[in-house]
């Protein structure tokens, strides 16, 4: 095994180590090997015809993206991104897990490069003291929709747009960098016709498998961060999944696992727990790719059918004292997967003192590394041998060639894992007709008869307390 690479420890959901009634065998495994041909097979025709065009974004130029980034960084102090979704939960997972949560605060990180905001929410308050907070002429503003439509972008976009020209009295064109469609949606419209930036979303990417577009390029590039790298990460991931066969490919293997999991014992729930900080962002990117690529009702053949498992975070060793106990004693409706970090970039020493008191003596002269990574290994072995399965992601550092690797092989999981549930995970009908209830209520043309369906709605009185 190469030092660089990131692998995953399956030993804690075999039934050798966690018991019949509560593990998987080989056999298991071996029994749907037939299938993970064929849904590989259908998966390379998809990307011979560029229909899953995120398999080959690793090998895209990145020269564009990095033009433009450096030209930013050179001209202002702030970089904010708008975004939602896939659009931001990206590229915050990326600056999260390759620079210090004090970013903005250590000029020694940035090494003059901008301070890094992003927004992905319609929260007034906190977009009010955001204003309040950042000089707009020194800012530099991205907003991503593929569609341009996106209620929540657009609005911030238009927010900001006004507090730059009551700022500034007019708009630097190159103030703006629009990122979407190539070719269609309001928003590539408006960057044509205003002067804006723009860079595009490669076509047949959607949102929640952008990262590796200029959706999270862009803002990493700005901030210093090796971009080629984190490709060449997500192109080495590639190689090891070119494999059909299951025992040797990482995201196949792990999606096989969640799958029998969740078809044959009902582990609805899989759990992915950082022993990291830096990682927590990308659980959250993680969440909603999981849950929204395969919470489906209709299988492809029309079939009614509810798939999907529930995705939630976790934070060790902090989580140890809000969730484990649920983990450990709960119903067995869960999947852990934990993220373990081989070596971090600081070493934090533990001092000694109080040497009478043993309760606490014994912690001087060891390390916070060593403590995090003993808490982590404990609490995969204890949930063994309580039954409860649990795989462990190595990851021997934190830096972009190893992050490139986690964000490709989740990806290829997923899409994967459609296959195995006979779903597409490339569509989400589920948060469409609340995103037209939307439209109606905010007066958007076209959308008249979802208000008045709102309205229409009696509320009885006697339920409200």
Same mark, same amino acid.
């Given at each position: 095994m190469s030092n660089k690479e990131v692998h995953i420890d399956f030993n804690f959901m075999m039934k050798e180590h966690i018991g019949d009634d509560s593990g998987i065998s080989p056999e298991d495994i071996d029994s749907l090997q037939d299938e993970a041909n064929r849904i590989h097979r259908e998966l390379r025709e998809k990307r011979e015809k560029k229909e899953v065009a995120f398999f080959d974004l690793p090998y895209e130029d990145t020269s564009a993206i990095k033009h433009t980034a450096e030209d930013i960084a050179g001209k202002y102090d702030n970089f904010l991104?708008? /975004? +939602? /979704? /896939?659009s931001a939960l990206g590229p915050i997972s990326i600056h999260n897990a390759l620079h210090t949560s004090f970013y903005n605060r250590l000029d020694s990180e940035r090494n003059s490069r901008p301070k890094m905001y992003f927004l992905d929410n319609v929260d007034p308050d906190e977009t009010a003291s955001f204003l309040k907070a950042i000089d707009m002429e020194k800012t530099a503003v991205a907003v991503i929709t593929k569609s341009g439509s996106t209620a929540e972008t657009i609005a911030g976009f238009l927010i900001f747009l006004d507090a730059i020209k009551k700022s500034c009295g007019s708009i630097d064109p190159s103030q703006i960098i629009a990122i979407t469609d190539p070719v269609s949606g309001i928003l590539r419209n408006i960057a044509e016709n205003e002067g %804006?930036? @723009?860079?595009e979303i490669a076509p047949g990417v959607g949102g929640r498998f952008s990262v590796l577009t200029a959706v999270g390029l862009l803002s990493a590039? +700005? @901030? $210093? +961060?090796? +971009?080629?790298e984190l490709m060449a990460g997500a192109a080495s991931m590639d190689k090891r999944c070119s494999n059909p066969d299951i025992w040797t !490919? =990482?995201?196949y293997m792990k999606a096989v696992m969640e799958f029998l999991f969740n078809t044959r014992q009902g582990r609805n729930i899989s759990v992915m727990m950082a022993y990291s900080e830096a990682l927590g962002s990308m659980i959250e990117w993680f969440v909603q790719l999981w849950a929204e690529s395969l919470g489906k009702k209709f299988r492809l053949d029309g079939a009614t059918v509810f798939t999907g498992q529930t995705p939630v975070k976790a934070v060790g060793a902090t989580d140890q004292h809000s969730q484990i106990q649920l983990y450990m004693e709960g119903p067995h409706d869960k999947t852990i997967t934990f993220l373990r970090v081989g070596e971090f970039n600081n070493e934090v020493r533990i001092p000694n003192a109080? @040497?009478?008191i043993g309760g606490i003596s %014994? &912690? $001087?002269g060891h390390t916070m590394n060593e403590l995090i990574n003993a808490e982590q290994k404990a609490t995969e072995v204890a949930l063994a041998k309580a039954g409860r399965p649990n795989c462990r992601i190595d990851i021997p550092f934190i830096n972009p060639f190893t992050i490139g690797q986690l964000f490709y092989m989740f990806e290829v999981q997923t899409a994967f894992s /459609? $296959? &195995? %549930?006979?779903? !597409? =995970?490339f569509d989400q009908p589920g948060v469409e007709e609340g995103k037209r209830l939307t439209f109606g209520m905010m007066g958007r043309k076209g959308f008249e008869e979802k208000k008045k369906e709102i309205e229409s709605i009696k509320i009885n009185s006697r339920y409200v307390i």
């Open positions: 991104l708008l /975004g +939602i /979704g /896939g %804006y930036r @723009s860079i590039a +700005i @901030s $210093g +961060i090796d +971009i080629d !490919n =990482p995201a109080f @040497s009478e %014994y &912690l $001087g /459609g $296959g &195995l %549930y006979r779903i !597409n =995970p």
